[in-house]
């Protein structure tokens, strides 16, 4: 398949890229960004030969781009989802993205009937959390085989090597999003019905799987939280951050700041850290049980990305490869938990540095 990418120069894309240069169900790929020659840096360093670079804004001239690919993988600001998801509809192709952060996500559903109709798919939120994390969760199900009744989601990162004495920002992902997740209030799932959390309000500490160990986390606003109650029949569910000590209080002193100020703190961030480990965690409640998956993803040196980087674009890379296969059938805009496997998306995972484990109990939940 011929697919693009959007927001080829961003931060998560080049892994993206990375990953389907590497996969022989992609032919070719067109990477498109507002920013060209960092587009044709990634193409030239990442794409293998099958990469080709437009500039190209998500509201100008997208859906002409398009021509002639089969998959639009969005790796851009989770704020112009819908403007991408025009696009792939008038161009006719599939559509994958990132996550939409609960209240986006909510808006691109509304989608789902004008994609039956052109006999598409969109998968919304395929990347680390949400994405794998809700592929996990419809293992924790099926591993529970019952009436679930609660769905946990944790999710760290941590770095063996930090940068010392920089006084700089080394973000995971995007800066507004994060601001995003620490402003805007959480949702948590009660007695089956959402209910908003104030920001910053403390999670409680998770044991992460080594080497992350255990967090202090917050709730968050979250993409899972949007679509478990429908996909799983929850009465409670929640999602929880571990962020590391000093970047949360180097991101809670912009908060407040203007967009051109937080463009700039953007811009002068350092790279995602070639070392970081990501890990995530899924537990789930049934009538007496419970199920604990948990997964790590450690960096890929081939490609000089950490574990936090990886573990966002491989899903997305993955979906792409599995819908190529005729594994993803299901038409409409989908949650992963709606239409991804496990058993086809856990071993794709695999093979890019992430590793699973899961644990059913026969006792409570952790706290």
Sequence with gaps: MKVAVLGAAGTVAPAIVRDLAESEECSSLLLLDRDGPGAEAVAARH???KASTARIDACDGLAEALDGCQVLVNAAGYRINLEA???ALTAGCHYV???G??????RQIELDERFIEADLLAVIGMGASPGQTNVMAERVARELGEKVTEMHVSVATTDPAPPAGDGLLRLPHALRTLIDE?????????DACPRKVAPLSPGGTVAFPDPVGPVETIFALHSELQTFTRSFGLTRASFRLGLPPELRRRLEALVGIGDDELAAAAAA???PSDQAVAAHVVAGRSAGRTALLTAVTRPIEAWGMG???VSVAAPAAAAVRLIARGRIEPVG???????VDPDDLIPELEQRGCTFVLEVRDRSLPA
């Design 182 to 190: 620490l402003t805007m209030p959480a949702i948590v799932i009660e």
């Design 269 to 271: 961030a350092l790279p």
């Design 333 to 339: 805009v989908c949650a992963p938990e709606m239409c």
């Design 101 to 106: 952060l609960y209240w986006m996500t909510a």
């Design 85 to 87: 998801m025009e696009a």
């Design 97 to 99: 993205d990132l996550g």
């Design 307 to 309: 574990g936090g980087i």
């Design 47 to 49: 794409g293998a030969g």
